[in-house]
């Protein structure tokens, strides 16, 4: 498997612009993590989904910040309109956490490279 | 949530193994004992987790203690790949599947 897919790697855009950041999880991973990293405020959630539903939003910033997950291989985050104190480094996780019978529970998350956002 | 302590940074050389503290004196029965870390410009990876007992995989070494309110990751014999923030991180068994809480973790620099 190829991992957990973002793109794009690097995008640069002036204040007031939309921004879509993409993320492809592992295939037949349940669980799909929005995570955004800052020096201030280092590694933080935004949002969760499973099962392509969201589960827990309450780390979105603001009515500016929007994410969907159309299909259990897709989802974006949208920046609208954005602003320069939303530069950062925005992951994309997902995992098959679950309890797996014998195995136990599984809690493992596989993150992404990652978008390194800047708004000038 | 439980707290996790560990020290900000550590130092070691290459080749030289590293022992990398995690504190969790409020840790509950069913919390699992999850590290990551996070190479430099890269995102976090699972690095290893256990319970009660030691754990080893191809990464690195887990040591628990008998009362469980500490826990040391180990590396045998460091590498300059190895260089990275490491984060310890409990997980209940009611938390699979919620997000990661990570804290500063401890960055580990490995000199030549």
């Known amino acids: 498997d190829a991992g957990v897919i973002q793109s794009p790697r690097h995008e640069v855009t002036e204040m007031g612009q939309e921004v879509t950041l993409r993320c492809k999880p592992i295939?037949?991973?349940?669980?799909l993590f929005w995570y955004r990293q800052t020096m201030m405020r280092g590694l933080e959630l935004l949002i969760y989904f499973n099962n392509n539903v969201p589960i827990d939003d309450s780390g979105m910033p603001e009515d500016r910040f929007s994410a969907k997950m159309p299909n259990a291989s897709f989802s974006t985050l949208k920046i609208q309109p954005s602003e320069p104190r939303d530069s950062a480094v925005y992951f994309c996780a997902s995992s098959p956490a679950g309890i797996s019978g014998l195995a136990g529970v599984t809690d493992t998350q596989y993150f992404g490279p990652g978008t390194r956002l800047t708004v000038l | 949530d439980a707290k996790t302590t560990q020290p900000n940074s550590m130092e070691s050389n290459e080749e030289e193994p590293v022992h990398l503290p995690c504190n969790h004196s409020?840790?509950?029965?069913?919390?699992?004992i999850h590290w990551y870390r996070q190479l430099p410009s890269q995102g976090p990876e699972y690095v290893i987790h256990?319970?009660?007992s030691n754990v080893n995989n191809r990464m690195a070494s887990l040591a628990i203690a008998e009362d469980r309110k500490s826990s040391t990751l180990i590396l045998h014999r460091a590498t300059l790949r190895d260089a990275a923030v490491y984060y310890c991180i409990l997980r209940g068994i009611r938390q699979a599947g919620t997000a990661l809480i990570f804290g500063k973790g401890t960055t580990l620099s490995v000199s030549s």
């Open positions: 409020t840790i509950s029965g069913t919390d699992y």
């Open positions: 295939s037949g991973h349940d669980y």
């Open positions: 256990g319970l009660t």
